[in-house]
């Protein structure tokens, strides 16, 4: 098992229910494809960064994976930043991309926690396909999977809200099924946030994950030619508007120009299609 995701898996400024579904989630992902990733190679300035004044620090984790896997890399990272008011925003986040040789949905996961009682999840199996044109896809991967019963199972809680995010470009590319909730809890020090995360958001996050490694990354697909430059093409777009929307613009303001050009030139290097 490849050990240089060390500093990664630390996730030393979240709650332990947090700190749990982190670590439980990578290393199912990385157990079910351990024969296909390569060790990480992201050199020691990138796995571990953070601003002059040490107000923000964050790890990066990549592994790519061998030509012939489905899966083109695994990725996940965590981000710390002290806040003016006094209290800390904490990110933590996992994701899979497939290559062209597999037509089915990537795997995405966020959680975004602002205050021991604020916490946003973003938990998603984006399209790479339109749906319109692919309905079977539609069916194969949401419907038959029945993924939107874990989002109406966490929207009957009192505290959780849809969560809209402000980019309208993320919107678009969020598939049908996407848990996008906000979460918000009484002022009790946290308590039954972590409860929340012990008890709802960590089995559906792990259901989900699961739904994607069984139906998406290790489904065989047959995928031809026309498909593939198709695909190749809208997973160039979105990855660059990926840079471009979300990391572009947060992480020069996080941690400087030179911090944030240096991590973001090798997020592009996996990132190129």
């Known amino acids: 098992m490849d050990d240089r995701g060390s500093k990664f898996k630390e996730f ?27 060790p990480s190679t992201l050199p020691s300035n990138v796995q571990y960064y953070q601003n002059p004044t040490s107000t923000a ?21 965590w981000v710390h930043s002290d806040l003016p008011t006094g209290g800390s925003l904490d990110i933590t986040s996992l994701s899979g991309y497939l290559n062209s040789s597999n037509d089915a949905p990537n795997f995405v996961f966020e959680m975004i926690r602002s205050s021991p009682t604020m916490l946003v999840l973003i938990l998603d ?52 099924t996407a848990i996008m909730v906000r979460i918000q809890t009484e002022n009790d020090g946290g308590e039954r946030m972590e409860e929340i995360i012990r008890d709802h958001l960590d089995p559906i996050s792990k259901q989900v994950l699961s739904i994607w490694l069984d139906h998406c990354a290790c489904a065989k697909r047959e995928v031809g030619e026309e498909e593939r430059a198709y695909l190749k093409k809208r997973d160039s777009i979105i990855r660059n508007k990926t840079i471009e929307i979300d990391l572009g613009s947060s992480f020069p303001r996080l941690f400087g120009s030179e911090v944030a050009n240096r991590v973001l030139e090798v997020i592009k290097e996996y990132f190129s299609v």
Not at 15 to 24: E, V
Not at 62 to 75: E, G, K, Q, T, V
Not at 157 to 165: C, G, H, K
């Open 12 to 38: 030393p400024f979240v709650s332990i229910p947090q700190k749990k579904l982190m670590l439980d989630l990578v290393s199912t992902l990385e157990k079910r494809f351990e024969s296909d990733l390569l």
């Open 57 to 77: 620090q964050a790890s990066l984790h990549i592994r790519p994976a061998h030509a012939h896997s489905p899966i083109d890399f695994i990725l996940g990272s």
């Open 125 to 176: 199996l984006p399209p790479r396909k339109d749906l319109v044109l692919w309905p079977d896809d539609l069916k194969t991967f949401y419907e038959d999977t029945q993924l939107d019963k874990h989002r109406k199972a966490l929207e009957t809680l009192p505290e959780v809200q849809p969560y809209f995010s402000s980019s309208l470009y993320i919107r678009t590319v969020a598939s049908p």
